[in-house]
C-alpha cells in the first residue's frame, strides 16, 4: 500500500461493495435489492479507480450503475409482487455450503501462491502506461485487440436484436 | 495489496454464487451473476496493475510486446462489461418473455422451454 489514504479508501471501499452485494442476496424486496446493487457497483468502481484503471470506472458508472441498473429497476418494478418476491429456494443450506467451500479454497489459493510482482519501481515504458490508462487502453484495444473489439460490437448488436425479437408482441 | 484485491474479488464472487443459487426470483438471480461479473473484472484489473507481464518476466527487459500487454487486464475487463451487458439486455428480455407465457418469475417454475 502507497499511503494512508489508499489504505483508508480501500477499505471504506471494500465494506461498500461487499455490504451491498450481501444486501442484495439477502433482502426480500427486490426494489431494494436493485437498488444496493448500484452501492456495491459504485463501490467496484471506486476500487478500479483505486487500481490506475480510470478509464474502467468510468465505464463502470455508465454501464452498471447507468443502464444496467436502470433495466434492473424497470424490470423488478414490472414484475408482480415486488416485496415478496425474492423468496430463497428449498437449496440454501447447499448454496452456502458450496459458496463458503468455494470462498475458502480462492482464499487459500491466493494466499499460498507466489505472484510475480511488478516490482514498485517500475521501468518507466510500463509505468507510463499506468499514468494514461485510457490512451494507453484505447491503443490496445485498437491494435492488438481490435478483432475482439470488432467481435464485441456484433454481439451487442445480436443482443439488441434478441432482445427486441424476444420481447415482440406476436 | 494484491492479495487483498484478490480476497475481496473472491468474497464478492461467493456472494454472487451463494445469491444465484439460493433465490427463487428470476431478477434476483440475474443481478447475482452481475455481482460475479464485477468480482471477475476485480481480480482482472488487479492482476493488470499489480502482476508482471508475461513478457516482461521472461526476459526481464520492458520489449515491445511487454510494453503492449502491460493492460491487458483492464482490455479483458472491456470486454466482460461488454458481454454482462449483452447478458443483462437478453436476460431482462427472458423475464418478459417468462412473464408472458407463464406469468411467473419463480425459476423453480421455468423448467420446461415451451408453455
Redesign the interface.
Known sequence: ?ENAFTEVA?WTL?IV??GG??G??RTHN?FR??LL?VV??VG?AG??AL???E??AV??LL??AG??AV??I???M???NVTE?????G??P???L???V??SA??SA??QAE????PDDM????AA??VD?PA??G???L???VL?FEI?GV??L???I???S??RER | MLERLLILSAILFCIGLYGALSRRHVIAVLISVEIMFNAVNIALVAFSRYVQPAAFRATGEVTAVAESTVLAGQSFAVFVIVVAAAEVALGLALVIAMLRTKDSVDVTEASLMRR
Open positions: 500500500m480501500f471494500s461493495t461487499v452485494a450481501l442484495v442476496v427486490m435489492a436493485a446493487l456495491s457497483f467496484v476500487i478500479f487500481v490506475n484503471a478509464f474502467l465505464v463502470q454501464v452498471y443502464g444496467v433495466l434492473v424497470f424490470a423488478a414490472i414484475t408482480t418476491g425474492n423468496r430463497s429456494t437449496t440454501q447447499f448454496a452456502v458450496v459458496s463458503l468455494l470462498l480462492l482464499v491466493i494466499v505472484w510475480a510482482l511488478l521501468p518507466a515504458p510500463l502506461a499506468f490508462t494507453a487502453l491503443r490496445m484495444l491494435n492488438e485487440f475482439p464485441a454481439v451487442l445480436a443482443a439488441v434478441g432482445a427486441l424476444l420481447v
